[in-house]
């Protein structure tokens, strides 16, 4: 490298570095100060954040002073990315009415978009008033004390299918999914993320129950996102879901999507070996493996420890766990 590129090289490094010191620590604007608290998703040092940051970077840099611009950049980029902070937003931007042979509901459309983050991804729910209402009903059950100042929209005895009703409770609905979302013992609820992604999840199991492997995998495809953003603090309980695609996947005949989601769910229980789907999922990896030509032996040798640790038991496949979950 000439002296012209590597003080190139050495300014946006520097530059780098200040963007993320500053990042770190600049002040909230008052409007992000209005806005419901948001989780952080890496920790916040207690002493001379700055200097530690300054220090980390260093220590980091060392080890990898062959990397070139490019790579550096898409270091840093991460770097950022890790420490930026994560929040979900809702909105409600428009509603159908439907109408059935004795019924007639509004479903109103959720968006779900995640902030903070380099992630442009959206998920996308409709939910009807006695939705709402049962999720509503269901938290006063459990979370009485943080409820007490949450209102709910009320039903009127006419007038529910008018265009100013419907406007009021979109916007109110907005504001009550926001509120929600802002009390951590709420957001992290079974309740809570039960109402946002129950009803596809049953959908997409009863496709998979019925052979229809591709409908099925598109439902899970779309709702694995909102649930990973839903569940940081509990990956583990995204295994399930995991693990219907991975088998949707090897049903399609996809054994290199299969092993790929395989890989994610075996991420997640790597300290959960007695986890219900551990060995299922062990077992059907290897399978992978070996018909994709990869490392088998591993995964074999951990199968085997296992087992030489516990008591033979029944063992149900991947297949016979997956067809169980979402059973009414």
Not at 139 to 149: G, I, N, Q, T, Y
Not at 218 to 242: A, D, F, H, K
Not at 254 to 283: C, Q, W
Request: aromatic fraction near 10%; proline fraction near 4%.
């Amino acid at each position: 490298m000439d002296q012209d590129s590597h003080c190139t090289a050495e300014g946006e490094l520097l530059e780098a570095v200040s963007s993320i010191t500053t990042f770190s620590t600049t002040s909230p604007s008052d409007e992000e100060q209005s806005q419901p608290k948001a989780e952080i998703s890496c920790q916040v040092r207690k002493e001379n954040p700055e200097k530690n940051d300054l220090q980390d970077s260093n220590a980091s840099l060392s080890p990898n002073s062959s990397m070139t611009t490019k790579e550096l950049q898409e270091y840093w980029r991460n770097e950022k990315r890790q420490c930026r902070q994560v929040k979900l937003l809702f909105e409600i931007p428009s509603t159908r009415i439907v109408e059935h042979h004795l019924s007639k509901y509004v479903m109103y459309k959720i968006i779900i978009l995640q902030t903070g983050s380099f992630d442009s991804n959206k998920s996308v729910v409709e939910r009807r008033y006695s939705d709402f209402e049962k999720l509503h009903r269901n938290l006063l059950e459990e979370f009485s004390e943080e409820m007490e100042d949450v209102t709910f929209p009320k039903k009127t005895l006419t007038g529910n299918f008018t265009e100013e009703i419907i406007n009021e409770r979109k916007l109110a609905f907005k504001d009550y999914l926001r509120l929600l979302y802002s009390m951590k013992y709420i957001r992290r609820s079974k309740k809570f993320i039960d109402f946002l992604t129950r009803p596809e999840l049953q959908e997409a199991y009863g496709c998979l129950r019925g052979g229809q492997y591709t409908k099925a995998l598109e439902i899970l495809l779309e709702v694995i996102g909102l649930q990973e953003r839903l569940t940081r603090g509990n990956p583990v309980s995204v295994v399930p879901t995991l693990c219907a695609i991975v088998v949707c996947y090897k049903d399609l005949e996809n054994p290199a999507s299969a092993f790929e989601y395989g890989e994610k769910a075996l991420s997640r229980l790597r300290v959960h070996t007695s986890h219900r789907y551990y060995i299922p999922l062990l077992e059907t990896m290897i399978t992978l493996a070996y018909e994709l030509g990869k490392d088998f032996l591993s995964l074999q040798e951990k199968l085997e420890e296992w087992k030489a640790k516990k008591d033979p038991i029944r063992v149900f496949t991947l297949k016979e766990l997956a067809v169980r979950e979402y059973v009414q």
